[in-house]
């Protein structure tokens, strides 16, 4: 199995000068990555934390977070991507939950957080290039880094990855798909989605080069065509959602990004309509499907996805039956197991309790996916919970529920995926308000939503929001979302 740190040292080593990580026309070499990360580390070492305290590294596809990621690990530390869009109350909620004491930033902080913040920058600014001893570095069952993701809680759980998880996972990857010598890895998620995890490992271990998008391009058309023109990249990594985006500009093309050969999907459903799409655009690119929760260090199963499979089924399928890892439970839901398992969420022993188990010896993540087999493929049927994914971010909707629910003016509501062609295109509220409404929906809703936005980064925010004098329950006494989502069709 490979070591990720040594791994990336020997990269240094043979190509000092080769572009490590590139974004927006600023580019980090591996001997920056290697020397730099050094730095951090010591400058972290020097402030006497207790080893594997977590760090919070906070940015946007910045190549000073990579730096600091590597930094904090070779110094004894887990890092905790936090993406700067994210509204401050929510940084300051993991930072409460995660017990963090210090913070790297790539990027001003525009709020008052209660632990100390230093500039990546500076700490990278002292001119020495000594090595941290590989003997600091996380190792083994140490947690390497920490997502934070949506928890029907309330609030977000963090979720915590060793260093032998990431390891096994990196070796699946080098081992199942054909990555070139010299390849270009594209990323296009933030690093606070376990996506990023996808493409950043296995360029940085096999010393290839990994460009990044940013939010702002995305944005911009304009932009993002013209940094995937000049990207090089050889492979794609994404969700559907993002390539959806791509595919209605017919520019994205064969034409537009010649040297790319392998698409690596994951995180939703990939809809057969997307593929063959995408068949047509780049016919010497093999499209891959792949599958797993954040939980299991980003994935666990694929498919290689070909004509006949587009042909043969209506869904495409997760992965082949005969992976050891995955089982089916009577009621359908895929449990997960093997080396990429997490140590569970961060300080929340009851929430680790009821979804990781140990089952004859072996730990299990229960995932809340429901499957089934099929012709020899495993299937992914929909969720047991009211998870969801909404343009490829993954949602907890109770965790928006209780955060409306929190709202002064309002005594009670359920937020319900709208659902347009088997895709989840929107969210929408229902709400009962303390008080009956005396000014416009109108207005309301703007407040609702502005109030929300302290608190939820923008994606999880619904849409629209609809007032209702009580919530429909059914005969169990429960609110009755099948009536609710009855309502929003017709
Ligand atoms: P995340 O932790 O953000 O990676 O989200 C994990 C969840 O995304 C899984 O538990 C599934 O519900 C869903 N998911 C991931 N990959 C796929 C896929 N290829 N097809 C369908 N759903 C997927």
Not at 102 to 121: F, G, K, M, W
């Amino acid at each position: 199995m490979v070591s990720i740190l040594a791994a990336i040292e020997q990269a240094a080593r043979k190509h000092p000068a080769k572009t490590a990580y590139q974004v927006d026309q600023v580019i980090l070499t591996y001997s920056d990555l290697w020397h730099f990360s050094d730095r951090v580390a010591h400058s972290i070492m020097k402030l006497g934390l207790q080893r594997q305290q977590p760090i919070i590294v906070y940015g946007h596809m910045s190549p000073f977070q990579i730096v600091a990621f590597l930094g904090a690990v070779k110094a004894g530390h887990p890092y905790i991507p936090v993406d700067s869009s994210i509204p401050s109350e929510r940084l300051q909620t993991i930072i409460a939950a995660s017990d963090a004491k210090l913070l790297l930033s790539t990027e001003p902080l525009h709020t008052n957080i209660s632990i100390p913040v230093t500039a990546v920058e500076d700490m990278i600014a002292q001119p020495s290039n000594e090595p941290v001893q590989p003997s600091c570095w996380v190792r083994d069952e140490e947690i390497y880094y920490i997502i934070y993701t949506s928890g029907s809680t309330g609030k977000p759980k963090g979720v915590q990855i060793t260093a032998s998880n990431l390891a096994s996972f990196v070796t699946w990857m080098q081992e199942n798909f054909p990555i070139q010598e010299s390849s270009v890895f594209l990323n296009q998620a933030p690093y606070s989605f376990d996506l990023s995890v996808m493409d950043l490992y296995p360029a940085l271990v096999g010393g290839h080069t990994l460009h990044a998008i940013t939010q702002e391009q995305i944005a911009n058309p304009k932009d993002l065509f013209d940094s995937l023109a000049g990207s090089n990249s050889t492979v794609w990594t994404s969700t559907p959602s993002f390539a959806k985006m791509c595919l209605m500009n017919k520019e994205w093309n064969q034409d537009l990004m010649p040297a790319l050969t392998t698409f690596l999907f994951c995180g939703e459903v990939l809809p057969p309509s997307v593929v063959k799409e995408i068949m047509q655009r780049f016919p010497h690119a093999g499209i891959y499907n792949l599958y797993g929760p954040t939980e299991t260090t980003v994935a666990v199963s694929y498919v290689k996805v070909t004509e006949e499979l587009v042909d043969q089924f209506e869904q495409l399928p997760i992965g082949p039956l005969s992976n050891p890892n995955i089982s089916l439970l009577e009621d359908g839901e895929i449990v997960i197991s093997g080396p990429t398992v997490s140590a569970g969420y961060l300080k929340a022993p009851e929430l680790t309790a009821k979804s990781f188990q140990l089952l004859n010896g072996k730990r299990m993540y229960k995932t809340g996916d429901l499957g089934y087999e099929k012709d020899g493929y495993l299937f992914f049927s929909g969720r047991k919970d009211y998870q969801i994914k909404l343009h490829g971010y993954r949602l907890e909707t109770e965790e928006i529920e209780k955060q409306i629910g929190n709202l002064p003016p309002v005594s009670d509501c359920v937020v319900l995926p709208i659902v347009k062609d088997d895709e989840i295109v929107s969210l929408s509220t229902y709400v009962v308000l303390q008080e009956p409404l005396t000014d416009s929906a109108f207005k309301m809703t703007k407040q609702l939503k502005s109030a929300l936005s302290d608190y939820l980064p923008s994606y999880m925010i619904p849409k629209t929001f609809k007032y209702v004098e009580a919530l429909p329950l059914n005969p169990n006494g429960k609110v009755d979302r099948k009536r609710l989502a009855a309502w929003e069709t017709v």
